[in-house]
């Protein structure tokens, strides 16, 4: 017990000394309230610049963001035509363009899929050596490990 004590000791002069100003890792550190005198600001050449007369048209016609998005990214890529087979095989050409606005409408439809998804999707979470599915039966409980 003695010795945790010395120990205890020894070791918190030794985290305390870390704080003081004098002693074996004594260092020059900068003095923070020295300041520093900062360089002029340079006036920009003038480069002839009008402002814009009231009613004249823009000279972009792109917005804001427009312009955001295209200094950020680029534009639009070129699809591969990797990317084109796949889409064709999808039938991207087929697709209607606005489904994504009716999926969630409250008048869309939806198909029941039966109890086996509904019983996939709301079956506990595990390394799934239980799982089964069966159709037309009622899922049992399955034991837990």
Same mark, same amino acid.
């Not at 704080?19 to 550190?29: A, D, V, W, Y």
């Given at each position: 017990?003695?010795?945790?004590?010395?120990? !205890? =000791?020894m070791g918190s002069a030794l985290l305390l000394s870390a704080? !003081? $100003?004098?002693?074996?890792?004594?260092?020059?550190?900068p003095d923070e309230y020295a300041v520093t005198r900062a360089a002029p600001l340079v006036?920009?050449? @003038?480069?002839?610049?009008?402002?814009?007369?009231?009613?004249?048209?823009?000279?972009? $016609?792109?917005? =804001?963001?427009e312009q955001t998005l295209q200094a950020l990214f680029g534009g639009p890529a070129p699809r591969s035509p990797t990317e084109i087979s796949m889409l064709i095989a999808a039938g991207a050409a087929r697709s209607e363009a606005g489904i994504r606005s009716s999926v969630g409408d409250p008048q869309?439809? +939806? +198909?029941?899929? !039966?109890?086996?998804?509904? @019983?996939?999707?709301v079956a506990p979470a595990g390394a799934g050596q239980y799982a089964q599915a069966t159709a037309g039966q009622p899922a049992a409980a399955s034991p837990t490990p």
């Open positions: 017990m003695r010795k945790f004590l010395i120990a !205890g =000791a704080c !003081g $100003s004098t002693g074996l890792f004594n260092r020059q550190s006036v920009p050449p @003038d480069y002839a610049l009008t402002p814009p007369t009231p009613g004249t048209p823009q000279s972009t $016609s792109e917005s =804001a963001a869309t439809f +939806v +198909v029941n899929k !039966g109890t086996v998804t509904r @019983d996939i999707l």
